[in-house]
């Protein structure tokens, strides 16, 4: 078992406290939501995002996912289920969340704008993380 497997094993909130007070990359959390078969993403001036961010101490990945998703774009969401986790050599975790937005208008952050892409024009290219991004969409879009 390596350590980021014991780590998280040990409990999600433990080990979320620990690899983001001690490991680079940090824990980390994202959500996908598709709202009208288009995905809700996070656009700077040179790339697009999913919305998501680094957990705070005491938060679970998923408490992070819906923080990040209303801090930067104005939607509430709920987690309907973890699409993706990824172990970084280094230590840190990240996952991926599909979520459906409850409530809540389109408002942006220091961050960038959030916006809704349909989920055939995505461009892989674009993204600054999260190049799958456009497979995992179209995985929920069609289940």
Same mark, same amino acid.
């Given at each position: 078992?390596?350590?980021?497997? #014991?780590?998280?094993?040990?409990?999600?909130?433990? &080990?979320?406290?620990?690899?983001?007070?001690?490991? #680079?990359?940090? +824990?980390? +959390?994202?959500?996908? $939501?598709?709202?009208? *078969?288009?995905? !809700?993403?996070? /656009?700077?001036?040179?790339?697009?995002?999913?919305?998501?961010?680094?957990?705070?101490?005491? @938060?679970?990945? *998923?408490?992070?996912? $819906? *923080?990040?998703? /209303?801090?930067?774009? &104005?939607?509430?969401?709920?987690? %309907?289920?973890? !699409?993706?986790? %990824?172990? #970084? =050599?280094? &230590?840190?975790?990240? %996952?991926?969340?599909?979520?459906?937005?409850?409530?809540? @208008? !389109?408002?942006?952050?220091?961050?960038?704008?959030?916006?809704?892409?349909?989920?055939?024009?995505?461009? $892989? @290219?674009? #993204?600054?993380?999260?190049?799958?991004?456009? =497979?995992? +969409?179209?995985?929920?879009?069609? =289940?």
């Amino acid at each position: 078992m390596g350590i980021v497997s #014991w780590i998280l094993s040990e409990g999600e909130q433990f &080990g979320v406290d620990i690899i983001s007070r001690v490991l #680079w990359p940090p +824990a980390t +959390a994202f959500t996908l $939501v598709i709202k009208d *078969r288009k995905l !809700l993403a996070v /656009r700077t001036d040179s790339y697009l995002m999913l919305p998501g961010g680094i957990a705070e101490r005491g @938060e679970t990945l *998923r408490e992070c996912a $819906v *923080r990040e998703t /209303r801090e930067e774009t &104005g939607i509430e969401v709920n987690i %309907k289920r973890e !699409l993706k986790t %990824k172990a #970084w =050599k280094s &230590g840190g975790v990240e %996952k991926i969340f599909h979520a459906e937005p409850i409530e809540g @208008e !389109l408002d942006g952050s220091w961050e960038g704008e959030p916006e809704y892409i349909p989920i055939d024009d995505l461009d $892989v @290219e674009n #993204w600054r993380r999260n190049r799958d991004v456009d =497979k995992l +969409a179209r995985e929920v879009r069609d =289940k």
